[in-house]
């Protein structure tokens, strides 16, 4: 999943339409449009932070589809033997990924 199904995905997760996220992102609603339909190729890291905050989500999670702070915030809590799971889970995600890459 890209970063625009990712907000495209919250903003339904949150009841928000468009010209609510832009006003909650303090952006133009026509630059949230021309975003998330793909014609803004190259958006300021500003405008996308703007985005995350409005989520409430991290820029890791929009852009990545993860958020490492609450992973890293977890595993101290969880017993020897589920951070062991987790890691390994963590480490099938990023291969998958890298062979989904690759593919493309």
């Known amino acids: 999943m890209d ?3 990712r907000i495209r995905r919250e903003m339904e997760a949150q009841g928000l339409n468009l010209k609510s996220l832009s006003l909650k992102a303090k952006l133009s609603e026509t630059y949230v449009r ?3 339909e793909g014609r803004s190729q190259d958006p300021k ?3 996308i932070q703007a985005v995350a905050d409005a989520l409430g ?3 890791a999670w929009l852009t990545e589809g993860e958020d490492s702070a609450e992973v890293v915030s977890i595993m101290p809590r969880l017993d ?3 951070r062991a799971q987790l ?4 480490r ?3 291969a998958q990924a890298k062979a989904d890459s690759t593919k493309k």
């Open 3 to 5: 970063m625009r199904e």
């Open 34 to 36: 021309d975003f998330l």
């Open 45 to 47: 890291l500003s405008k």
């Open 57 to 59: 989500k991290s820029l």
């Open 80 to 82: 020897k033997s589920r």
């Open 87 to 90: 890691t390994e889970y963590a």
């Open 92 to 94: 099938f995600l990023a």
